[in-house]
Structures are given as structure tokens and as C-alpha cells.
């Protein structure tokens, strides 16, 4: 009956995930005696007690840790006994580090779901339940340290209810600061007034064919029926969306498994604390509008992810778009007021709460194909945790690039990657870009001296960060950058062959990059090998007409004769006299600056093969070239290209395709057959880059990896070419992770 006494420090997730409480419970459950408390390091956890039962305790603590809890080791070491009589949760440590305080927002959990489905329930049927496992976090902090009165949950005055659940370390609210109930919490409000029948309202206007404006957990949505073709017509007409593919959001896993095939990795993702949402292939008869993902073989869905939302589908049609309450690509709508004044016009109604949302924070999205993942967006139920970057220098701030624009704090061996704010096209968002920067750098208690920028001059952020007084910039060459998050995430140091294929980016030597294969580390990169330049006509406008760039491409492939003759057969969008001005324009050089982009071929092959002749999206082209290719399953012999020791000449490839096209080969061949080939001509360059004594580590970024079938083709290609590829984990391949790279550069840079 020996006691004794040990101190066991946890490293991981765990903090601000309900750890503590559960140690309580644990060790009181045990008859153990001592104390828990947060220190900059991780939780420590004192015992006393027998100890066979001290190592029962250790067990169960790995085993039964809360779902939001990562353990990533246990160091124990022994102490002399002390007599303790009790156990008991200690104030945290001073110098603990607030990043790990301040959580993301949690998805609804399983026991709140029961709570207010259970009529016996004081919580029954209400949209704010939340508990120490789930509900709102980052976006009702207004400051640290993240307790109630630091969040937007202090208007309301916690009820004696509530108040002796949150003192009651027995309890799953203990500490949870947004608790709520229907007597002390926030409440519905509809068309801006109180509203107890709410939810029953908005149903049955969306069951209507309406169209509403639903304030959620991180901003506002647009939400209508997304069975009811003309309510998703009117949604994009009034939104000025384009053709770009709205995420919806189904009553249940069932309901998802009617629009989409979900993988188990899907089905995971879709249940996960974090609930983005998954862009899965779409099942063909899944009931879903056509105007959901024109042209798309695949569709954005999610589970109800808070309280409100799932009462809303109990009663609404099981399947709703839920797109981001904003207009184009501006930040996402979150205060009360801004959305009666910019969603009001575009919705018949407004379902709102009175609980403010401090920082808005859009739904992050995955593209999960099989086992494949590729993160897409990162933002609610990701932002904040920070990623762990195995360095340890001075703190630096990066401002990322333009479009999916995210920044990046970074400290102490942790990497803060701030939510997704949208393209920075205007100074209104960008004055909110500097606004979310200060929210960051007090939350983080961090203002760095240094900070990173991408090379290209033209970018408000690159703006932004010169505007800035006594820091040191760090300019970062974009495809670099993108190569840089991949190696930061996963721990790699290089040299790496970097594979950055996207659309557009500011080269080194000034001209526009985005077909580059690079040897890179850290600090610096060379640029080993890139797509040939081609002329892009009428400089990055030609983005919005892809068959201008197709053109470009046939002028840069073909003979003057054949030019115009495959452009007459196979760009019919393109008149007569649009297709001279674009020659002429070219042939004279006159605002046609050469583009060494893969972003701009996937457009151009897209545009030949008939995809939308005007783009109302980014990437909408290669998109739509994607899932013309969908059905074809067979790999087929790549086209013919040219390889040296510097470029990738795609011209023999688009002379057969041409050559195709005239004969009647079907679209889905010649799609799936341009995907082969580019993987095809990647993994020759990696091979020769490899063979002349070269790294090995391939990494794979930038917004062309977003393309599902070309990432797997990569994968496999190069693995048979004895090469190890290395793809993103949480950080997207688009713009959105540029910002991370550019943080760990301007940091590497620092050391030397
Ligand atoms: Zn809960
Ligand atoms: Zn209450």
C-alpha cells in the first residue's frame, strides 16, 4: 500500500479541448490525488496514489482522451509523496503560450446533437446548445485570454443553471465559456425580430423555392433548396456567381451518400470536429439542380455542423445550398447590419441570432476522392491550430499572395496560418486584411519585425507589406513559396525537386511563372526545368477568355495556315475578326508577355475540347477538362512532347490533339490522355533532375494539384520512376498556403 508520487508532462493537443475536466474526472474516478494544470510545454499532471493505479490512469488517458485531444507523448517522472488529499484543476503556469488557448470552432458533438433532439432536455430544440466538445470558439474571441468575457458570449448572463454546469468539473460544460441554454443564451431573430419559430419559418419559405440569408457559426450563407433548379438559378443570377459550384449541405450521412460516393476517408472528413466540406464525385442521379456544379462530375457537401443548422434540416428540404454569405470573391459576411445591406437585396429572408461573431471564418473545404485528400480552403474548425514547424527563430509575418489570400504568423516553432479572406482586389478588403493581421498579432501576442512578401510588385499585399515602418521585408518568389509550405508541413528540409504547377506567378526574372519544376530547400531555389513560355494575349485578362489562350497555344504549335484553320474548327466562340486581333496582337508582340503557366495549358486544352469559352471562375476551364475526363478509368500512352534539359515543350502534344480532335476522337480520350501526358512529362523531368545527382523528395504544390486525377497520376508516375513524392496534408496547394512558405523562407533566411 505504498504511495507514491509522479508528474507526468502531456505534449500534444490539449489544450482547450476539455483535457483538464477529463483528467479530473479521470483521476477522481480513480481515487487518485494532485493536480492538473497548462504550462507553456503542454499539461502537467501531478498523482499520488497507488502505483498500479497511477499506471492504469496513464493508460486510460491515452486511450479515452477527448475526441479534439492529440497526445503526442508522455514524459513521467517520480516525486517524493506529498500527502496530497485531494485532486484538483490549478491555474495555468504563466508564459503559457495563448496560441494553445485559443481554439478552433468544433463542430456539434454527438451528446449536444441527443440533447436537443431529447424533448426531456432543458436544451431541446436549441440552435445554440454547445458544450466543452463543440461549438463556437475562434470566431467569438475578441481577445485573451479565451475565457467568457473575452468572447462575444459575454452579453449574456449565464443562468444559475449553466453557471453550476460550468463549476462542475463532473460536468461536460465544466469551463465551457459559450455555454447557453434557452434561458440565458443567445435567441433567433427573423427579418430583424425576435423570432421563437425561426427555424420553422425559414423552412418552410426554402421548402418554397425562397431563398434566405442564414447567419451560421463563422458569417452569414445563402441558402435555398438545392433541389429546386429554379430557386439555385435564381441564387447564382442574384449573387453574380457565375458558374462557380455552391456547396450544400444534407440532412445526414444517408442524404450525402444519395448526391455523392463517398470513400471512407470522405465519410470521415464529413463527421470529423472540423465538418468541411468534402467535394466528392457526384452520383449522376443524386436529385441535386443542375445548376448546383455546372460541368462538374463532383459536388461540395456538408454535414449540419451547429445546433441551428441541424434543426434547420430536420424540417427543411434534406438538401440546401450553402454558400458563403458574400458577394464574388469579397470576405464573408458576418455583422448584422452589413448583411441586411449586401445580402438583403439578394435574399427574400433573414434568419439571424443575436450572438456576435467576432472574426468571420468561411467553411473549409477538401477535395477527398478515394483516398485521396487535398485540402482545398482552410478555415473554420482548422484556423487556428498552429502547425508545427520544426524551427525556432525570430517571429515572422507573411502576407501571402492575391487571390484565396491568407497571412501567416509564425513563433516559436509553431506556424499560425490565419483563415481564408478571399482575393485581395480591393483596398475595402484589404483594409480588412490589415484589420484580421492586428486581430492575429494581439491574440498571438506577437508583432514581428520581419515580414515576408511575394516578388510580384502589383499585389496588395506586397503593398501592404512596404507600407509597413520598421520591419525588415523578406521578398519570396512565389513558386518557391508554394514549394516551401509542403516541406514546412511535413518536416522536410531539403534540397527537394519542388513540382509548383499553377496559374500564375511573378517570376524571378519578372516574367510570369507557373510551370516550374525547381530544386529547392528553405533558403533558395534554382529553377531546374519550366513549361515553355507561350504567349498569353492580352496579358492575365486572357485568364477570363480561355480560348484566347488557346489560340496563343495554337500559334505557338502550329504553322500560320493551320492556325487559323484549327481555330475556325475548334474555337467557334472566337469570330472571324477576334481571331485576326489576337494573331496580329501576337505576331507583334503587343501586350502578349510570354506565360510559362500550367495553369494557362489546362486552360487552353480545356478551351479546345470546348470547356465555357469565357471563365467566371478561376480555374474553371481546368476544372471543366477535368471532368470531361471523369469516366475514363484506363491510363493511356501519354501524347508526344518534347523535353531538354531546361523546358517541357508541349508542342507535339497539341499538334496531336488537333489531329484528334479532326478525326472525332472522343473529348473524355482526349481529356484523360492530356492529364496522362503532363504527368508523363513531369515525371521524365524529375527523373533527369534525379539522375544527375539530384534529391529524391519530390513535392507536389500549387493550385493545378487541386486537380484530383492529375495529383493520383503524379503520384504513381513518379513512385514508378523511383522518385518519393510528397503532397499537402491540412495546407492547400492553391494560394491559400503561399503565406506558410513564405513565413518559414524569410525565416531560414534569418539564420544565416
Ligand atoms: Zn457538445
Ligand atoms: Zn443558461
Not at 488557448?101 to 436549441?126: F, K, N, Q, S, T
Not at 447590419?337 to 439578394?346: D, F, N, Q
Not at 476522392?369 to 478555415?379: E, H, T
Not at 473554420?380 to 501567416?408: E, N, Q
Request: proline fraction near 9%; include cysteine.
Amino acid at each position: 500500500m505504498s504511495h507514491v508520487r509522479s508528474s507526468t508532462l502531456v505534449r500534444g493537443t490539449v489544450q482547450g479541448v476539455g483535457f483538464r475536466p477529463f483528467v479530473y474526472r479521470l483521476a477522481t474516478s480513480l481515487g487518485l490525488t494532485g493536480s492538473v494544470r497548462n504550462s507553456p510545454r503542454g499539461v502537467i499532471i501531478e498523482l499520488e496514489g497507488e502505483p498500479d493505479v497511477i499506471s492504469a490512469f496513464l493508460d486510460r488517458l491515452v486511450a479515452d482522451a477527448p475526441a479534439l485531444a492529440r497526445i503526442s507523448s508522455l514524459q513521467t517522472s517520480h516525486l517524493a509523496p506529498a500527502g496530497l488529499t485531494q485532486f484538483e484543476i490549478a491555474d495555468s503556469a504563466p508564459g503559457a503560450q495563448p496560441t494553445a488557448l485559443i481554439p478552433p470552432d468544433v463542430g456539434l458533438c454527438r451528446d449536444c446533437a441527443r440533447e436537443i433532439e431529447d424533448p426531456a432536455d432543458r436544451r431541446h430544440g436549441y440552435p445554440f446548445t454547445n458544450c466543452t466538445n463543440c461549438g463556437p470558439r475562434f470566431s467569438i474571441v475578441v481577445g485573451i485570454p479565451y475565457d467568457r468575457p473575452q468572447t462575444t458570449m459575454a452579453a449574456f448572463r449565464i443562468c444559475p443553471d449553466c453557471e453550476s454546469e460550468y463549476r462542475s468539473p463532473a460536468d461536460r460544460r465544466f469551463h465551457a465559456e459559450p455555454i447557453a441554454c434557452p434561458a440565458c443564451g443567445p435567441h433567433l431573430f427573423f427579418d430583424g425580430r425576435p423570432a421563437p419559430d425561426g427555424l420553422q419559418k425559414a423552412a418552410q419559405l426554402l421548402s418554397q423555392g425562397k431563398l434566405l440569408a442564414i447567419k451560421g457559426l463563422g458569417g452569414y450563407h445563402l441558402a435555398c433548396d438545392a433541389r429546386n433548379p429554379a430557386a439555385v438559378e435564381a441564387l447564382r443570377a442574384r449573387k453574380g456567381r457565375g458558374q462557380k459550384p455552391f456547396a450544400v449541405m444534407v440532412r445526414d450521412l444517408e442524404e450525402a451518400g444519395r448526391v455523392a460516393i463517398l470513400s471512407p476517408a470522405s465519410q470521415a472528413l464529413l463527421t470529423s470536429p472540423e465538418s468541411p466540406v468534402v467535394i466528392a464525385p457526384a452520383r449522376p442521379q443524386g436529385g441535386l439542380a443542375p445548376g448546383i456544379a455546372p460541368r462538374q462530375a463532383t459536388v461540395g457537401i456538408m454535414l449540419p455542423y451547429t445546433p441551428l443548422h441541424r434543426l434547420l434540416l430536420r424540417r427543411s428540404p434534406p438538401a440546401l445550398v450553402m454558400t458563403s454569405g458574400n458577394l464574388a470573391e469579397e470576405p464573408i459576411v458576418h455583422g448584422d447590419r452589413e448583411a441586411r445591406a449586401r445580402l438583403g437585396p439578394i435574399a427574400d429572408h433573414i434568419l439571424s441570432h443575436n450572438r456576435e461573431i467576432a472574426v468571420p471564418c468561411d467553411d473549409s473545404v477538401v477535395r477527398c476522392d478515394g483516398d485521396l485528400v487535398i485540402p482545398v480552403r482552410r478555415a473554420r474548425g482548422y484556423v487556428p491550430r498552429p502547425i508545427a514547424v520544426d524551427f525556432d527563430g525570430p517571429p515572422v509575418l507573411a502576407v501571402g499572395g492575391h487571390h484565396k489570400s491568407t497571412f501567416c504568423l509564425l513563433r516559436g516553432g509553431e506556424a499560425i496560418l490565419s483563415q481564408h479572406i478571399g482575393d485581395l482586389d480591393s483596398l475595402e478588403v484589404l483594409e480588412y486584411f490589415g484589420a484580421a493581421i492586428a486581430h492575429f498579432e494581439r491574440l498571438f501576442e506577437t508583432k514581428p519585425d520581419i515580414v515576408a512578401h511575394d516578388l510580384h510588385p502589383g499585389y496588395l499585399s506586397t503593398q501592404y507589406a512596404q507600407s509597413l515602418t520598421d520591419v525588415r521585408l523578406v521578398p519570396v518568389q512565389h513558386h518557391h513559396a508554394h514549394v516551401v509550405s509542403v516541406m514546412a508541413e511535413l518536416g522536410l528540409h531539403g534540397p527537394v525537386i519542388g513540382v509548383s504547377y499553377d496559374g500564375t506567378g511573378y517570376g524571378a526574372d519578372g516574367t510570369i511563372w507557373g510551370g516550374e519544376v525547381l530544386v529547392a530547400d528553405r533558403k533558395d531555389f534554382r529553377r531546374a526545368c519550366h513549361l515553355l513560355p507561350v504567349p498569353l494575349p492580352g496579358g492575365e485578362a486572357a485568364i477570363k477568355h480561355p480560348t484566347r489562350i488557346a489560340l496563343g497555344y495554337l500559334i505557338a504549335s502550329l504553322g500560320p495556315a493551320e492556325v487559323d484553320r484549327a481555330a475556325a474548327d475548334f474555337l467557334p466562340a472566337l469570330t472571324p475578326a477576334e481571331r485576326r486581333i489576337v494573331i496580329r496582337q501576337v505576331a507583334r508582340n503587343l501586350n502578349s508577355p510570354p506565360a510559362s503557366s500550367m495553369g494557362r495549358l489546362f486552360d487552353a486544352v480545356g478551351a479546345l475540347l470546348g470547356a465555357s469559352p469565357v471563365a467566371t471562375y478561376e480555374g474553371q476551364p481546368a476544372m471543366e477538362l477535368e471532368a470531361m475526363a471523369a469516366d475514363v478509368r484506363d491510363r493511356t500512352d501519354p501524347y508526344p512532347y518534347n523535353v531538354d534539359a531546361y523546358t517541357i515543350d508541349p508542342g507535339p502534344m497539341i499538334r496531336q490533339i488537333i489531329s484528334d480532335l479532326g478525326q472525332g476522337v472522343e473529348r473524355s480520350a482526349i481529356a484523360a490522355r492530356f492529364h496522362g501526358t503532363v504527368a508523363a512529362f513531369t515525371g521524365d523531368v524529375c527523373k533527369r533532375i534525379r539522375e544527375s545527382g539530384g534529391p529524391a523528395d519530390v513535392v507536389l504544390s500549387g493550385g493545378v494539384m487541386q486537380n484530383a486525377r492529375l495529383l493520383s497520376l503524379l503520384l504513381e508516375t513518379l513512385a514508378e520512376n523511383g522518385l518519393r513524392p510528397h503532397v499537402h496534408g491540412e495546407v492547400p496547394p492553391n494560394d491559400g498556403g503561399v503565406s506558410l512558405g513564405q513565413a518559414v523562407i524569410a525565416a531560414a533566411r534569418s539564420e544565416s
